[in-house]
């Protein structure tokens, strides 16, 4: 018996447990294989496998059921040490509820041995059938329909990325047979085939009778490692705002851009924002569009102020610029007195309210249609130049075709059509 | 603060609270994928020494307290559907003493609801999210430089008393750009797990007078680390319900309730007469509503206080006392029935404590001016 890892000979199972063999089995390999105690976490589940925690003498975590494997990967995640090893238990029934996180472990190849005491009955419920159970195994208490196949959890750790997957016959001292798999580099899964005297099955050779086997597979593959990686701060200095513009604004302007997706209504609104700033103004911004991103309206709402900006909502917009029809079925009954409403002449006729119309979409494309009705209103209203515009939309990832269509709205607009 | 000076950013809440997790000591974030946390979890794969993505949520959390275990302070978000599936494991992490941050960005549900509108709508869930009746603290953000503050007191809060934190939010507050002085926020300290320094046996759970166990990482090669999730005594170890194992569960309560003041925030705007007839009590994003209503109240000659809770779970003494100085108390927070007002109330809501609530739309200042003016009308 293991002296390194086993705090005491007395073990917590019903006499003649096929845990107890395998408890006995692991700390027999681990000794074996010359480990630390403090070098082994063995993280386990809930039911009779969970039981182990208090016999040994590494590290223990005692999670919830059917989590043990991936609680075990968090640990694994946060090791660089490779004298470090991280064992999960589970039984048959926490295999099953938890197999999302079995698969997950294998897809990754994460750095853990993973041991499944499959019993074929959940033990401490009273000898319920898992997803592991045989199917000619009878429970006094429920039958499986001999349909109802078992998982073959070593083919399928396999078929997810497991490097390693063996099944072991629990019976007598299989120690040996668990040294391969405590040493592999990477995710490896042992089930191991057990009885159980309460509700179990009662002896091995009926477990053979079933047509198991034991059976080993070894792929080549890299282990997965979280390495810590110094990263740059989110604060890029350059981002800051040097005010270079002023502004004749007294009182909160409040204006939503409409538009359809796609078409850059959002980063004309970062922009507009970005301009502001530079013309010393508080301003925040917000978007709304589908969860599809890439098609239907696109709606920002930006606020101007002299002052810092609390509440961030627009119940009323002073101005509304509105780019596509997408855009204008969005906010149509948000048109009303005392806004002002810039619209493009493609859709102007479907709204009766008075309205200042452009070819924005002509002029600039569809594309650069929003940005260049921003231009439109800023050059129209005087709120602040239209240079800190230009000024925002050059430092932008498309600077020059932004600024291309600044510059053709500025230019083909006559200065007589100003209110 | 009003002109615009030279350290004004374009900014949004979600930067600020990644960044500030960071520099608070966090290393590690495990993120999948939800709206509204959408923005937090690019900016943390930026961001974080350690940040992977999990394949749904009860994984991230697992491996979030698996990271914590070996010692790394690990954060994550999601919204109402992550975290629902994410309470099993918030217990676990509780009884574990395993130090976890989550930022909850609230979404409108119920159920999956409408992903893209913003909502504050989880709290009841959050004061009963422990099975037993214990909490978790609970810190809730009130504008942009709470995202950068009370996320990095929520971080001190987790490491220093052992335990998951949820940090509050939700669409609005981290889904908004916006102008901030960034000279304005101050230098924060990264908060350390206090080590068991001791020479004998180290007993996992045995916690001094500050009621929270010293850590080891089950990674240390000086002393065996027990952690369980299940009722245990000092030393870690699994009991049906022995004496020293419920003491153990007990502590856990009370390391909570005793030690949340040292972590006790919320601002009080008190109005400048002391009539102590009004008060606006609000947290989230209703706060930003609260402070124009209150300036607009008082420019038009109404008399309005307001309390922004900041440490929101468990309801704090303090926060009972100012309320309870006022004749009238208005509760701001955009869901149906009032959450903060039925946690602090029950189904015993009186006469004079009025909700105002709303869903699908942020609450205006307007509505708040309403409900002011007519408490000041019962009150003339």
């Known amino acids: 018996m293991s002296t390194n890892f086993l705090l005491s000979k007395e073990t917590p199972y019903c006499p003649g447990c096929g845990h107890q063999t395998a408890t006995l089995s692991l700390a027999n390999v681990l000794e074996k294989l010359n480990y630390d105690p403090l070098d082994v976490i063995v993280v386990s589940d809930i039911g009779c496998c969970g039981l182990i925690d208090p016999t040994l003498a590494c590290h223990t975590v005692h999670g919830l059921h059917g989590r043990a494997t991936a609680l075990a990967a968090g640990i ?17 029934g926490g295999a099953t509820i938890g197999i999302a996180h079995l698969m997950e472990a294998a897809r990754r190849n994460i750095n853990l041995t993973l041991i499944i005491l499959n019993n074929m009955i959940y033990g401490m419920t009273g000898g319920q059938l898992s997803g592991l159970s045989h199917n000619k195994f009878r429970s006094e208490k429920l039958q499986f329909d001999e349909n109802e196949e078992p998982f073959d959890i070593t083919e399928l750790s396999t078929k997810a990325g497991a490097s390693y997957a063996s099944r072991i016959i629990g019976k007598g001292d299989f120690s040996d047979k668990l040294a391969e798999a405590i040493k592999h580099d990477g995710f490896s899964v042992v089930e191991v085939l057990e009885v159980c005297p309460s509700y179990g099955v009662k002896k091995y050779s009926e477990i053979e ?44 302007l409040k204006i939503i851009i409409a538009g359809s997706a796609g078409e850059g209504v959002q980063t004309s609104a970062d922009l507009l924002a970005k301009a502001s700033l530079y013309a010393g103004l508080h301003v925040t911004k917000k978007g709304d569009y589908p969860i599809t991103v890439g098609s239907g309206f696109s709606i920002a709402e930006v606020i101007l102020s002299k002052f810092p900006i609390n509440f961030t909502g627009i119940h009323k917009p002073d101005v509304l610029i509105i780019t596509s029809l997408d855009g204008l079925n969005m906010v149509r009954d948000k048109i009303g007195a005392d806004m002002l409403v810039i619209i493009d002449k493609s859709i102007s006729a479907l709204v009766e309210k008075e309205r200042i119309e452009f070819d924005f979409r002509l002029t600039a494309g569809k594309k650069g249609a929003t940005i260049g009705a921003i231009a439109f209103w800023l050059i129209q209203s005087k709120i602040f130049s239209i240079d800190a515009l230009i000024k925002a939309a050059g430092e932008s990832k498309h600077g020059k075709k932004v600024i291309d269509s600044i510059l053709k709205i500025r230019n083909s607009f006559s200065k007589e059509l100003i209110y | 603060m009003s002109e615009v000076k030279n350290s004004f950013m374009i900014i949004d809440g979600s930067k600020l609270i990644i960044e500030s997790l960071v520099r608070s000591g966090v290393e590690a974030y495990v993120s999948y994928p939800i709206t509204p946390a959408n923005w937090l979890n690019e900016y943390a794969t930026q961001r974080f020494p350690y940040s992977t993505f999990a394949p749904d949520e009860i994984t991230v959390l697992q491996w979030a307290s698996g990271l914590s275990a070996a010692g790394i302070i690990t954060a994550t978000s999601t919204s109402f559907p992550g975290f629902a599936l994410m309470l099993e494991t918030v217990n676990m992490a509780f009884m574990m003493e395993l130090p976890l941050i989550i930022v909850l960005a609230q979404r409108m549900g119920p159920s999956t609801g409408s992903a893209t509108v913003g909502a504050q709508g989880d709290l009841m869930l959050l004061n009963g999210c422990i099975s037993g009746g214990y909490n978790i603290p609970v810190f809730s953000i009130s504008n942009l430089i709470d995202c950068w503050n009370i996320t990095s007191k929520a971080v001190e809060a987790a490491v220093k008393l052992r ?45 001094g007078e500050n009621l929270a166990p010293p850590f080891l990482p089950v990674t240390n090669n000086q002393f065996q680390v027990r952690i369980n999730s299940s009722t245990h005594d000092a030393a870690g170890t699994i009991r049906k319900a022995s004496k020293d194992a419920l003491a153990n569960t007990l502590r856990l309560h009370k390391k909570i309730q005793n030690r949340i003041s040292e972590f006790l925030f919320y601002e009080m705007d008190e109005q400048p007469d002391n009539k102590k007839e009004i008060l606006i009590v609000t947290y989230d994003i209703t706060s930003e509503a609260v402070r124009d209503a209150a300036a607009e109240l008082r420019s038009s000659g109404v008399s309005v206080s307001a309390l922004y809770v900041k440490t929101i779970l468990p309801v704090h003494k303090k926060i009972i006392e100012i309320i309870e100085r006022y004749r009238f108390v208005l509760f701001a927070e955009e869901n149906a029935t009032g959450l903060l007002a039925k946690i602090i109330y029950g189904e015993r809501l009186n006469e004079r404590v009025k909700r105002i609530n709303k869903i699908g739309l942020m609450i205006t200042p307007q509505e708040i001016i309403k409900e002011a003016k007519e408490c000041q009308q019962i009150s003339c």
């Open chain 2, 163 to 207: 335990t998951p934190v949820v940090l509050l939010t939700s669409k609005e507050m981290i889904m908004t750009t916006r102008s901030l002085d960034t000279s304005a926020l101050p230098k924060l300290e990264a908060a350390e797990l206090e080590l068991y320094k001791g020479n004998g046996r180290y007993l996992s759970y045995e916690a």
């Open chain 1, 76 to 92: 694994s995640l946060a090791i660089e040490d490779k004298k470090k090893k991280v064992i999960a238990i589970q039984g048959d």
């Open chain 1, 209 to 252: 009778n079933y047509g198991y086997t034991e059976k080993k597979f070894i792929t080549r593959r890299e282990p997965y490692y979280l390495k810590r990686k110094i990263k740059k701060t989110l604060f890029d200095e350059s981002e800051i705002v040097f005010p270079e513009f002023s502004s004749n604004i007294e009182n909160k």
